[in-house]
């Protein structure tokens, strides 16, 4: 254990190890009280913020017993972002400057993550500094893959195409504007094969851009082959939705609308004005004309955590499905779009999720199992026009779990105008208010 802490003392201080030896008794005191903490937290996004907070408000911690590391300057609401690429709000009043949602109780290592050390309880940080730990929370997210599309990263850039993308701070604003410019032609909406955030959002833009064209008198539902505007949704999935109940009244909708529907067709190229397609099985590659297209790339864990011990054989972190425990590392835990949890990755989902995993770590922390049991709870706000969203909440295999069919019986695939609310105005309110500080449990209301 001493060898140990002399070699965390030349770490901390990024000096030779003959500096740190002269400076001993003031690095090991500095070592000892900026490095070890009894939790870390990784991630200073949706999950991250919200479990951070609600383990702060337990009383159980004194300052810096928490740590929380992130390289980010920014936290953004990226379920908003939706809204950004239909002209309802602009990226910028989605956006806050990260140290300013971490309460001062915690230590902030703005740095990246290098590596994990599980068997040591040991973080190593990008600048090679090492973080000890007795629980860890790992919570970064996953990153978007731009490159999984050939042609993609160019076209994003260029001002002149009418390639844009909502899944991305850089990127969302110009969706809208591509949007407005299309006068006739063809417009494809694109969603990949794998895991993506929010599996609902690549057909949210899509209904509001074919609602913008309809007021516009550019497209015409009844009447969709003498429209101006031809609009194609080309998914990588079999369905329109994961879930069968709301997969139905999409498939209705989208039948309704004129949607030409390309199922399991993969975006993986873009050239000009055409967009190539895998198909599944090794059928030959699709290609399509497009006067505008929106595109959704691939995702996936951060390479950190894909090729760490704590991860599974996809690459994230493995967890126990109901008490977000790792598999391996009893001390370990993940919640949030990096964990293996089979459910839709959203911000919703980390409402139901975060309180689960703080409640089983404060038991662990106690000596005791874990007790508290994720049900996959999950949702999806799903705009459906401007003025109407179809809220889809669900757990585990895709079972309905809707908040408002329970308290007073309506059904939730019909789409409302109470719900659009929620997403466009109450959702991003009560997030910057309460979620991001721990306080907020979705369904379940605020937490004391």
Same mark, same amino acid.
């Given at each position: *254990?001493?060898?140990?802490?002399?070699?965390?003392?030349?770490?901390?201080?990024?000096?030779?190890?003959? %500096?740190?030896?002269?400076?001993?008794?003031?690095?090991?005191?500095?070592?000892?009280?900026?490095?070890?903490?009894?939790?870390?937290?990784?991630?200073?996004?949706?999950?991250?913020?919200?479990?951070?907070?609600?383990?702060?408000?337990?009383?159980?911690?004194?300052?810096?017993?928490?740590?929380?590391?992130?390289?980010?300057?920014? #936290?953004?609401?990226?379920?908003?972002? %939706?809204?950004? !690429?239909?002209?309802?709000?602009?990226? @910028?009043?989605?956006?806050?400057?990260?140290?300013?949602?971490?309460?001062?109780?915690?230590?902030?290592?703005?740095?990246?993550?290098?590596?994990? =050390?599980?068997?040591?309880?040991?973080?190593?940080?990008?600048?090679?500094?090492?973080?000890?730990?007795?629980?860890?929370?790992?919570?970064?997210?996953?990153?978007?893959?731009?490159?999984?599309?050939?042609?993609?990263?160019?076209?994003?850039?260029?001002?002149?195409?009418?390639?844009?993308?909502?899944? !991305?701070?850089?990127?969302?604003?110009?969706?809208?504007?591509?949007?407005?410019?299309?006068?006739?032609?063809?417009?494809?909406?694109?969603?990949? +094969?794998?895991?993506?955030?929010?599996?609902?959002?690549?057909?949210?833009?899509?209904?509001?851009?074919?609602?913008?064209?309809?007021?516009?008198?550019?497209?015409?539902?009844?009447?969709?082959?003498?429209? *101006?505007?031809?609009?194609?949704?080309? %998914?990588?999935?079999?369905? *329109?939705?994961?879930?069968?109940?709301?997969?139905?009244?999409?498939?209705?909708?989208?039948?309704?609308?004129?949607?030409?529907?390309?199922?399991?067709?993969?975006?993986?190229?873009?050239?000009?004005?055409?967009?190539?397609?895998?198909?599944?099985? !090794?059928?030959? #590659?699709?290609?399509?004309?497009?006067?505008?297209?929106?595109?959704?790339?691939?995702?996936?864990?951060?390479?950190?955590?894909?090729?760490?011990?704590?991860?599974? @054989?996809?690459?994230?972190?493995?967890?126990?499905?109901?008490?977000?425990? #790792?598999?391996?590392?009893?001390?370990?835990?993940?919640?949030?779009?990096?964990?293996?949890?089979?459910?839709?990755?959203?911000?919703?989902?980390? +409402?139901?999720?975060?309180?689960?995993?703080?409640?089983?770590?404060?038991?662990?922390? @106690?000596?005791?199992?874990?007790?508290?049991?994720?049900?996959?709870?999950?949702?999806?706000?799903?705009? %459906?026009?401007?003025?109407?969203?179809?809220?889809?909440? =669900?757990?585990?295999?895709?079972?309905?779990? @809707? +908040? =408002? &069919?329970?308290?007073?019986?309506?059904?939730?695939?019909?789409?409302?105008?109470?719900?659009?609310?929620?997403?466009?105005?109450?959702?991003?309110?009560?997030?910057?208010?309460?979620?991001?500080? &721990?306080?907020?449990?979705?369904?379940?209301?605020?937490?004391?």
């Amino acid at each position: *254990m001493f060898r140990s802490r002399v070699k965390l003392a030349a770490w901390t201080t990024g000096r030779s190890v003959i %500096t740190a030896q002269k400076n001993f008794a003031t690095a090991s005191s500095v070592s000892s009280t900026a490095r070890n903490h009894r939790v870390v937290v990784i991630g200073c996004g949706t999950a991250g913020l919200a479990i951070s907070h609600q383990l702060l408000r337990s009383g159980k911690f004194a300052q810096d017993d928490i740590a929380v590391v992130d390289p980010a300057a920014w #936290h953004h609401y990226q379920p908003g972002w %939706t809204l950004v !690429g239909g002209g309802l709000k602009t990226k @910028e009043e989605l956006r806050s400057p990260l140290n300013s949602l971490i309460n001062p109780k915690l230590k902030f290592y703005n740095d990246s993550v290098a590596a994990f =050390f599980p068997e040591d309880n040991l973080v190593t940080l990008g600048n090679g500094d090492k973080v000890s730990y007795k629980q860890l929370v790992v919570a970064p997210g996953i990153s978007v893959n731009y490159g999984s599309v050939k042609g993609l990263p160019e076209a994003l850039a260029s001002p002149d195409s009418l390639v844009s993308s909502i899944y !991305g701070y850089d990127t969302c604003d110009k969706v809208f504007r591509t949007i407005e410019k299309l006068r006739k032609g063809v417009a494809i909406f694109t969603q990949p +094969t794998g895991v993506i955030k929010c599996a609902g959002a690549p057909q949210k833009i899509m209904w509001l851009a074919l609602d913008y064209w309809k007021r516009a008198g550019l497209y015409d539902p009844s009447n969709h082959s003498g429209s *101006m505007i031809k609009i194609n949704f080309a %998914t990588g999935l079999p369905v *329109m939705f994961g879930v069968p109940k709301y997969s139905a009244k999409l498939e209705e909708m989208r039948n309704e609308r004129g949607v030409d529907g390309l199922f399991q067709h993969d975006l993986v190229a873009i050239e000009g004005n055409t967009a190539t397609f895998a198909r599944p099985d !090794g059928k030959a #590659h699709v290609t399509k004309q497009f006067d505008l297209l929106h595109v959704v790339p691939k995702m996936g864990p951060h390479p950190f955590v894909k090729n760490s011990a704590l991860a599974n @054989e996809a690459g994230y972190v493995d967890v126990d499905e109901g008490t977000t425990r #790792h598999n391996k590392y009893p001390n370990i835990w993940s919640a949030g779009d990096a964990s293996s949890l089979p459910t839709s990755k959203t911000a919703a989902a980390i +409402t139901s999720e975060a309180p689960v995993l703080v409640h089983n770590l404060l038991r662990s922390m @106690e000596g005791k199992e874990p007790e508290a049991t994720y049900d996959g709870y999950t949702s999806c706000p799903l705009l %459906t026009e401007y003025g109407k969203v179809l809220l889809a909440e =669900f757990k585990y295999g895709g079972q309905p779990k @809707e +908040t =408002f &069919g329970n308290w007073l019986g309506i059904d939730q695939a019909i789409p409302r105008r109470a719900f659009y609310h929620l997403k466009k105005d109450f959702f991003p309110w009560v997030y910057r208010k309460s979620m991001v500080k &721990g306080t907020w449990a979705g369904p379940k209301g605020w937490i004391n």
